[in-house]
């Protein structure tokens, strides 16, 4: 299988990229068009034997199969469109999209061609704890799962953030972007096909040369079996010796699961830490050794123009639920009344 990478300015393309090359498949090129000198100068020291080409040279390929994307997350829809038109499939960082417009002309190419719009939902799909938890839940570990609570904080970062990502025009606001995450992972989690936002809020808190830039989001959503609340932030302190402490606990009926993702707080080392509570007792179970399976499962997609990695129909639902949480939300804190 053959890949292309077009829209190199977000660092998450990196593990995109990485991840299919470990995965078996070849990179026939990159784009170097970039928002951000600094990611494409990291992408070239990662992989310094890739080829540079032009959007239009990948794009009228016939021997690419796939085209990955982390452009400027406002733009990476009708770069998607652009691919799938082109006949080809396509792996975008989250947000896949960032307002209702674009959902509807991607649902629409997606629909009319049949190629694979994927997204890569890197906290649960490069995370082997999630793995892990997955397969508990199969084996009915905690029994039925009836609650999620998907914390996403994040280090601000100030200094090596591009213009796009404090305009909300660009990334599409906090709930669109960053919890399109915990959405899927409840909705994966707890087995649901849809849900609904029952509320959801935003608010800047934090650095004062950006009070209009999302800073907290929070969001309460419901399906018809089970619940869920997220939070997301960008209020990970220095002191954290990663970007921050993704967690999820996941209720169940007959126990609890809870995985600290990135690190186990003044306790033990490395990351993909999972916590089972059930009838017997507690336990850790380290996982950071589970292999991953998104991306060989998308090159199997690819060639049998199969659902393993991911349906289509979950990736349209994430996208329609984070930009419904995020059209909904209050301002936080509340303006009192006068």
């Not at 990179?27 to 959007?55: I, W």
Request: aromatic letters at 8%; charged letters at 25%; proline letters at 4%.
């Amino acid at each position: 299988m053959k890949f292309a990478v077009i829209g190199l300015d977000h660092r998450h393309i990196y593990h995109m990229v990485g991840g299919l090359l470990e995965a078996g498949a070849h990179c026939a090129g990159f784009d170097p068009a970039t928002s951000d000198e600094r990611v494409l100068t990291g992408f070239r020291e990662r992989f310094p034997d890739l080829t540079e080409s032009t959007a239009d040279l990948l794009l009228g390929e016939p021997s690419i199969d796939l085209i990955l994307c982390a452009a400027i997350p406002a733009e990476r829809a009708g770069i998607a469109i652009r691919a799938i038109r082109a006949g080809k499939d396509v792996m975008v960082d989250k947000p896949g999209v960032t307002d209702f417009d674009q959902l509807a002309a991607v649902e629409k190419a997606a629909a009319e061609t049949g190629r694979i719009f994927s997204i890569c939902f890197s906290e649960r799909f490069i995370v082997p704890a999630t793995l892990i938890a997955g397969k508990l839940i199969a084996d009915g570990a905690i029994g039925r799962v009836i609650q999620t609570v998907g914390l996403g904080p994040h280090r601000f970062n100030r200094a090596i953030r591009p213009g796009w990502f404090f305009d909300k025009r660009h990334y599409g606001g906090i709930l669109t972007d960053i919890a399109s995450h915990q959405i899927d992972q409840f909705l994966h989690f707890t087995g649901s096909q849809n849900a609904e936002i029952v509320a959801s809020g935003t608010g800047h808190f934090g650095d004062p040369d950006f009070p209009d830039f999302e800073d907290f989001g929070e969001i309460l959503l419901r399906s018809d079996r089970a619940g869920g609340y997220i939070r997301v932030d960008w209020f990970t302190a220095d002191g954290l010796p990663t970007w921050g402490d993704g967690r999820l606990t996941i209720l169940g009926t007959e126990g609890t699961i809870e995985l600290r993702k990135y690190v186990d707080v003044a306790g033990r080392p490395g990351t993909d830490h999972v916590f089972l509570v059930d009838r017997a007792g507690t336990r850790h179970i380290d996982a950071s050794r589970e292999p991953l399976t998104y991306f060989r499962d998308l090159i199997a997609d690819i060639g049998s123009r199969g659902e393993t990695a991911m349906s289509q129909a979950h990736a349209f639902t994430v996208c329609r639920l984070a930009l419904e949480a995020q059209a909904k939300a209050a301002w936080l804190p509340a303006k009192p009344a006068i």
